[in-house]
């Protein structure tokens, strides 16, 4: 039987948007969760009590090493059943009704809320989400990360960051500590712990069961996403935080990269019917696709604005779907 190892998203908006779990399951699925939590502002005074983001090099841990092996393992499976296409989708036909239609599930659907009280409702509809304020994107590296690899993955979020930038026409560059909104962290095994002691510092809206996804992650889960409101209930974005593992080897790196940060612009669910793209858990693409870059550019068309229901939106989307590929 060939193994998929796919992510499985808990996306909360207000507190979490997105936790990526990947794994042999028998029928994973996916998860959207909203909780009813917004951005806080962090004082200069807590930021300068946070870890080192570039701390000196310490070597990786036997646990370490071995996840390394077994994302070897799993990157080579995926791509021997050709998964993990790193094409931009060329050959594929994208039409204006499918676009409009991956539009609608992708960007404007939940798949879970969290109540008050913890439990779990279904939600199916939700509104368009987006940022409205500038992104500012700073990278924090664990202890474990090797210097050499801390260079190339500060080159791979910069050239992304300008990718997403150009595509979306929104205002997103890399930046210092200080003026971040949106940190992207590489983190071993021995990372975490620590760095998770500290971490409620920068993003003090984190709830205990969160920071213990991020403290205790289990070895399917490849990567972790988490969006912030402005303020509650805003369907404006206010900050963002992805974690990336650092054991990964370098396609399945890039793939969670790629698919981290484009979601938490406000693309948070999947869709089965969506091709060629990366918002869909069969894995056949590791990178952001042309299909994909037309969802963000529907995303921050002007003409579309934050808090849209489906009713209101689709209209718009179906034009712009149009204009964008043709009838």
């Known amino acids: 039987m060939t193994c998929l190892f796919r992510r499985i998203r808990f996306v909360l908006p207000t507190c979490l948007a997105g936790v990526l779990l990947a794994g042999c399951a028998p029928n ?13 502002h962090v004082s200069p005074a807590a930021r300068a009590l946070l870890p080192d983001p570039n701390p000196p090099y310490t070597p990786a841990s036997y646990q370490s090493r071995s996840l390394a092996a077994y994302y070897g393992h799993m990157q080579d499976k995926l791509l021997a059943s050709g998964k993990l296409r790193q094409d931009t989708g060329q050959g594929i036909a994208i039409t204006a009704d499918q676009l409009t239609k991956d539009f609608i599930d992708i960007a404007m659907k939940d798949e879970y809320m969290r109540g008050g009280s913890g439990t779990m409702h279904r939600s199916m509809d939700s509104v368009l989400r987006r940022w409205e304020k500038p992104i500012r994107v700073f990278t924090v590296f664990g202890a474990t990360v090797p210097p050499t690899e801390r260079e190339r993955a500060n080159a791979l ?20 500590r200080e003026n971040a909104n949106y940190y992207v962290m590489f983190m071993g095994e021995d990372d975490r712990m620590p760095f998770g002691e500290t971490l409620k510092a920068a993003i003090p809206e984190i709830d205990p069961a969160t920071m213990n996804v991020f403290k205790h992650t289990p070895r399917n889960q490849l990567c972790v996403a988490l969006t912030f409101r402005e303020q509650n209930g805003s369907p404006v974005m206010g900050k963002a935080l992805a974690m990336i593992r650092s054991e ?11 698919e981290e940060m484009a979601q938490a612009l406000g693309l948070p669910n999947d869709s089965p019917t969506a091709r060629p793209s990366i918002f869909n858990d069969d894995e056949e693409f590791a990178l952001l696709t042309t299909h994909d870059e037309l969802l963000l550019r529907i995303l921050y068309d002007r003409r579309l604005k934050p808090g849209m229901t489906q009713e209101q939106a689709l209209p718009i989307v179906r034009q712009i779907a149009g204009e964008l590929v043709g009838r």
């Open 248 to 258: 990964h080897p370098q396609i399945l790196r890039l793939s969670c990269l790629h």
């Open 157 to 176: 979020v910069a050239s992304y960051v300008n990718r997403l930038a150009r595509v979306t026409g929104h205002d997103i560059q890399m930046t210092t």
């Open 28 to 40: 994973p699925e996916i998860a959207t969760v909203t909780v009813p939590r917004a951005a806080q």
